[in-house]
C-alpha cells in the first residue's frame, strides 16, 4: 500500500523560504508522477507543481514558477518542495500527491494517493 508522509510545515514571514518533504512508502515510484497541490480556505485544491520520479521532468504552475522548486531523492524515496520567497498568498495546506498517469497532470482525481496535508502559514 502506498503511503506518503509529508513534512517541513509551520509559520514563516513573507520573504522566507520552506522545504516540505514528502516521504513515500509502498510503491515502486520509478513509474508516478509525484505532485504538490495546495488548498487555501474557501478555494478549490490546484496543483502547483509536479515531478516525473523517471527523468526527473518538473511541471510548474505560473503562480509558484521562479519561486518553487521540486526534486526527488530516489535512494529515500522522498520528494522535496522548495518554497522561496513565500508570499501571503502562498498559505494553504499543502498536499503531496501520487499519480502513474505518464502525462503531468492537474487533475486531483487522477491522483491514486494523497499525503495528509502538512499548513505552510506566511505572515507579514
Known amino acids: 500500500q502506498v503511503q506518503l508522509v509529508e513534512s517541513g510545515g509551520g509559520l514563516v514571514q513573507a520573504g522566507d523560504s520552506l522545504r516540505l518533504s514528502c516521504a513515500a512508502s509502498?510503491?515502486?515510484?520509478?513509474?508516478?508522477?509525484m505532485g504538490w497541490f495546495r488548498q487555501a480556505p474557501g478555494k478549490e485544491r490546484s496543483l502547483i507543481g509536479a515531478i516525473r520520479w523517471s527523468g526527473g521532468t518538473t511541471y510548474y504552475a505560473d503562480s509558484v514558477k521562479g519561486r518553487f522548486t521540486i526534486s526527488r531523492d530516489s535512494a529515500k524515496n522522498t520528494v522535496y518542495l522548495q518554497m522561496n520567497s513565500l508570499k501571503l498568498e502562498d498559505t494553504a495546506v499543502y498536499y503531496c500527491a501520487a499519480t502513474t498517469y505518464f502525462d503531468i497532470t492537474e487533475i486531483p482525481s487522477r491522483y491514486a494517493y494523497w499525503g495528509q496535508g502538512t499548513q505552510v502559514t506566511v505572515s507579514s
Open positions: 509502498g510503491g515502486t515510484f520509478s513509474r508516478y508522477v
